[in-house]
């Protein structure tokens, strides 16, 4: 079946043939087998981990963003007018650093908070277009106000939670280098508060943006992190455990995942609710998160269907959309890999949709799952199909 789409597997042959590379050579840098690296690139074998995937990107000399065709062509209004937006919001994010004073047009404050408050709400669905239409303006207007003595304190913090936003979305739609910039800005925004519960999330932040491009260093950076924030925040230090154990996991070191998710467990349990609200669009923390990591680690570590023993725990109700949204997908993932979960693995995928349609139509895994299922014939019913379409894909035959 062709389904119009250009899978990860093709992209390392059109590299590894560009660079002059042997498939031999090719598998060594990678630590992957000839005969696995050669189903990858006959779209035999989907590559369904981040492990994989970075370790092709490392042996080909190129960032993960290359292998995954990102940022992803214009198949919806929704993508073609946010490749445009990131634009802008680049122009801003290096244009400025706080103190400087960029010619905006200046609302009453009320009004900036209002937007501010409204970007939480975007954020919470994974609205991306709506995201990047609206931060480049937003954050021009924390800056004028972070200048001004009046309002600059309360300026700071939602302008780190923009620039956070900021890098979360170039992640997602796959901008190198905006990332880390966005995290140099929240660095320098963090200094002026002069304030160690904020010095310790842009610590966070940093090492949860630099993701794919470097997991020892993400981990190094995860870790130092979590050893600074202040304990009267748990939630700090156990989101840096996450993202230690994502990083530990994204490596194959099962066993250091398992630690830090143990540790973000004893985070979660110090606080009073199942998700903490603090601090305001960023972090989400609490039981309920832990458990959906543990579900997203399950499936990097290759548990498959097993992750459903995880999920049961895992009460996605009492947390963000988007949020319930990653759970669905991941614990969808791994119902896909057996058959007799196969059909429950795709309504979850469908669930995930209906929380948060962007996230789920730019994730790189749901993409790869679900070209696999078609182009290997396991299933193709109508829902899929449709669904297929809604991610740009075109099955056809």
């Known amino acids: 079946m062709d389904t119009g789409y250009v899978r990860i597997g093709r992209r390392v042959r059109e590299v590894r043939t560009w660079r002059g590379m042997s498939v031999t050579a090719t598998a060594g840098l ?10 990858i690139e006959r779209g ?17 000399r190129v960032h ?18 946010s490749r445009d937006a990131v634009v802008t919001l680049s122009d801003v994010l290096s244009g400025w650093w706080i103190g400087e004073v960029p010619d905006a047009p200046v609302r009453p404050w009320a009004e900036v908070l209002d ?12 609205d991306f277009a709506a995201q990047v239409d609206l931060l480049p303006g937003l954050i021009r207007e924390l800056l004028v106000a972070a200048a001004d003595p009046r309002t600059e304190r309360e300026a700071l913090v939602p302008l780190i939670s923009a620039y956070f936003g900021a890098g979360n979305i170039a992640t ?18 963090a200094e002026r508060l002069d304030d160690p519960v904020w010095t310790a999330v842009a610590a966070w932040g940093r090492a949860k943006l630099l993701s794919d491009t470097s997991r020892s260093r993400q981990y190094e950076l995860a870790v130092a992190a979590a050893e600074q924030a202040p304990l009267e925040r748990p939630e700090t230090r156990g989101m840096c455990h996450l993202t230690a154990a994502l990083a530990s996991a994204a490596q194959g070191d099962a066993d250091l995942a398992q630690t830090h998710l143990g540790e973000a467990e004893a985070m979660a349990d110090q606080l009073s609710v199942m998700t903490s609200l603090w601090p305001a669009g960023l ?26 023993e995880v999920a049961e725990q895992v009460r996605p109700e009492t947390i963000t959309p988007s ?26 995928l469908l669930r995930a949709e209906e929380l948060a349609p ?30 297929a379409l809604r991610l740009g894909i075109a099955p056809n035959g």
């Open 115 to 126: 937007d501010v408050r409204t970007l939480t709400a975007l954020r919470a669905v994974s």
């Open 358 to 387: 962007q996230q789920v139509r730019c994730n790189v895994w749901v993409r790869e799952a679900v070209v696999d299922l078609l182009t290997s014939g396991r299933t193709a019913g109508g829902d899929l199909r449709r669904f």
């Open 283 to 308: 972090m989400n923390f609490g039981r309920t998160n832990v458990g959906i990591w543990r579900v997203c680690i399950g499936v990097e570590l290759g548990w498959g269907a097993q992750v459903a």
């Open 30 to 39: 990678a630590g992957v087998s000839v005969s696995y690296l050669s189903m």
């Open 64 to 81: 993960p963003a290359e292998l995954i065709g990102r940022p992803y062509d214009p198949f919806d209004e929704i993508f073609a007018g």
């Open 172 to 189: 997602r739609l796959g901008f190198p280098g905006l990332p880390a910039l966005a995290a140099d800005r929240i660095r320098r925004v």
């Open 323 to 348: 949020r319930q949204a990653a759970f669905w997908m991941d614990y969808g993932r791994g119902l896909l890999t057996e058959r007799r979960t196969r059909d429950e693995g795709v309504r979850a």
């Open 44 to 60: 035999e074998r989907a590559v369904t981990k981040r492990s994989v995937l970075e370790s092709l990107a490392r042996a080909l």
